[in-house]
């Protein structure tokens, strides 16, 4: 599986941004396959978990930090999974990364693959 993260970007507090990740899967194997989810990384501090979601998008967990401002959805027709910033505070500053996993938790070690990251820088 391979993972390749866009949609990152400057932008001013209160604005929004949408981030997708796009994957690779190799012969057979499906997308649906695959937990998909959000983390980020600000300077200085460890991954934190921001969003997840199963085979099929309709149960989505998120952290509460950004519970009612963001939403994370999956197209899996496009392999494509998406997250939808909206509200953005300057403590949303990370790189972020998109992972998929077969374990549907909060928890990076349980996602095999990772993307390499987009940042999101949000300005006050």
């Known amino acids: 599986v391979q993972l390749q993260a866009s949609g990152g970007g400057l932008v001013q507090a209160g604005g929004s941004l949408r981030l997708s990740c796009a994957a690779s899967i190799s012969s057979g194997r499906t997308f649906t396959r695959y937990v998909m989810g959000w983390f980020r990384q600000a300077p200085g501090k460890d991954r934190e978990f921001v969003a997840a979601?199963?085979?099929?998008?309709?149960?989505?967990l998120y952290a509460d930090s950004v519970k009612g401002r963001f939403t994370m959805s999956r197209d899996n027709a496009k392999n494509t999974v998406y997250l939808q910033m909206n509200s953005l505070k300057p403590e949303d500053t990370a790189v972020y990364y998109c992972?998929?996993?077969?374990?549907?938790?909060?928890?990076?070690?349980?996602?095999?693959?990772w993307g390499q990251g987009t940042q999101v820088t949000v300005s006050s």
């Open positions: 992972a998929a996993g077969t374990v549907w938790s909060r928890a990076s070690s349980e996602y095999a693959y």
């Open positions: 979601t199963g085979w099929s998008g309709g149960t989505i």
